[in-house]
């Protein structure tokens, strides 16, 4: 809710977001996330006590919520804090279609550097990068965060914000176990190399066929063309025939006719580093650049969130957990009282291509695209109201189109996809980078 002037004041209820706009007395200011702004209340006219955000930064999705903590007193007398959960968002990133769209556009650029360049040097190593980069897809996952965090913090009066702040000791986990002494300062093959442990671990055999005294190669189980890496757990042994008969495959395509030795293989394989990876590089500048907004932050370990989670009986999901970051003292009577009924569910979907063409398989030039973002003033992502006069799709719709240079517009509804003409069209929101859904919270 924001004031007349626009500044935020404390969230209202649903019921009473209705009654304000049934009298007149507010009107929406924006739709998603729903807003409204009073027209006879300033803010120095209301009363606002003010609103913690919490985040629970994840490498797939983050979980934020806007709480309210008070201090009521219990039936023996003591002073207890009560937490009550007033919105959840929970925001998916799309840091993995980034990595492979930039993989991509690597191998057009490597073809079309080494076609027919058999002798051609290779481009020098030699370029340098500014403090803080970061990769684009690891860049997206602090940026979109921020972007969530400043939203709110316009629309809410927040006056603190709580994160969890957690790293993963990669190097134990891509052993599976804890390592101690020389094993944890020189890794968990230390004394020896990659292809004796193969070797000694599959017996000097081919892993896929069992082939014995014939010269054996080192084969990545996951392609290293689909994001597979040099772990030693994607790694085994293969004789020529069956490496070259694999080729790029994934392990499961190939054998999927042999579902016993697919599975005795697959039981060395173990969770892919990247997400725990990307944690520990993004999580000191998402907190650096948290604390950019205006109100403190304050950072807890990731121990805290689950002791609280535990506590009050609440799921596994990324806005629970963010409404559980910060210190409760259950043993003074502190508690969650209160979660929200239903998610805000944004994902993050760009805001379109910089391409000017549409590249064929081999990264040439194939057809030649628009120049023009909008087409009769909608664009691609604009939230619409559709009001079809007659036919199948008769009645009044709401939805993101994309956009056609000719005014039939493709709108999508939760019923499926159809075309309308620009002339049924009303422009709720402008196309901000983002999907919304609302899904409900997990009990």
Not at 345 to 358: E, F, I, L, M, N
Not at 361 to 386: E, I, N, W
Request: aromatic residues 6%; positive net charge; hydrophobic residues 30%.
């Amino acid at each position: 809710m924001l004031s007349k002037d626009g500044q935020p004041l404390m969230p209202c209820h649903p019921a009473r977001a209705r009654e304000l706009l049934g009298k007149k007395r507010a009107v929406v200011a924006r739709q998603v996330p729903f807003t409204i702004r009073l027209k006879d209340r300033t803010r120095a006219e209301s009363e606002v006590d003010g609103v913690q955000l919490r985040i629970d930064p994840g490498s797939r999705g983050t979980g934020l919520a806007l709480t309210d903590e008070k201090k009521e007193t219990d039936e023996q007398g003591t002073t207890v804090i009560v937490r009550r959960g007033l919105s959840s968002v929970e925001l998916q990133h799309r840091g993995d279609q980034i990595r492979a769209c930039m993989r991509q556009r690597a191998g057009y650029r490597h073809r079309r550097r080494s076609a027919n360049l058999r002798y051609r040097a290779r481009r020098s190593n030699n370029r340098t990068t500014a403090p803080g980069w970061l990769p684009p897809s690891l860049r997206h996952r602090v940026d979109t965060t921020i972007s969530q965090a400043k939203r709110l913090c316009r629309y809410a009066p927040v006056t603190e914000i709580h994160i969890e702040h957690v790293t993963f000791d990669t190097h134990s986990m891509s052993a599976g176990r804890s390592l101690r002494g020389t094993e944890y300062a020189q890794g968990p093959l230390a004394g020896t190399n990659a292809r004796s442990y193969l070797r000694a671990k599959w017996n000097n055999a081919c892993a896929y066929c069992d082939a014995t005294g014939i010269p054996l190669n080192i084969e990545h189980l996951s392609p290293r063309g689909r994001g597979g890496s040099h772990r030693i757990s994607n790694l085994v042994l293969a004789c020529a025939p069956c490496n070259q008969a694999k080729g790029s495959k994934p392990v499961e395509t190939f054998l999927a006719h042999r579902p016993g030795r697919l599975a005795r293989i697959l039981q060395q394989i173990k969770t892919p580093l990247t997400d725990a990876a990307a944690m520990n590089t993004t999580c000191r500048q998402l907190a650096e650049a948290l604390s950019t907004l205006g109100p403190p932050v304050h950072a807890w370990p990731g121990w805290l969130t689950k002791e609280n989670r535990d506590a009050m009986g609440l799921a596994k999901t990324h806005t629970l957990d963010a409404l559980s970051v910060g210190p409760l003292d259950h043993t003074n009577g502190d508690k969650i009282v209160r979660s929200p009924r239903h998610v805000l569910v944004t994902k993050a979907t760009g805001r379109g291509s910089y391409a000017r063409t549409t590249p064929d398989r081999y990264g040439f030039p194939r057809l030649l695209r628009s120049r023009a973002k909008q087409h009769f003033g909608y664009a691609t992502g604009d939230l619409v109201r559709a009001v079809m006069p007659s036919g199948k799709w008769a009645g009044t719709w709401t939805g993101r189109i994309s956009v056609r240079a000719r005014g039939q517009h493709s709108l999508m509804t939760p019923r499926g996809r159809f075309n309308v003409s620009h002339w049924h069209l009303k422009l709720l929101q402008r196309g901000d980078g983002y999907g919304y859904d609302v899904r409900p919270e997990s009990s």
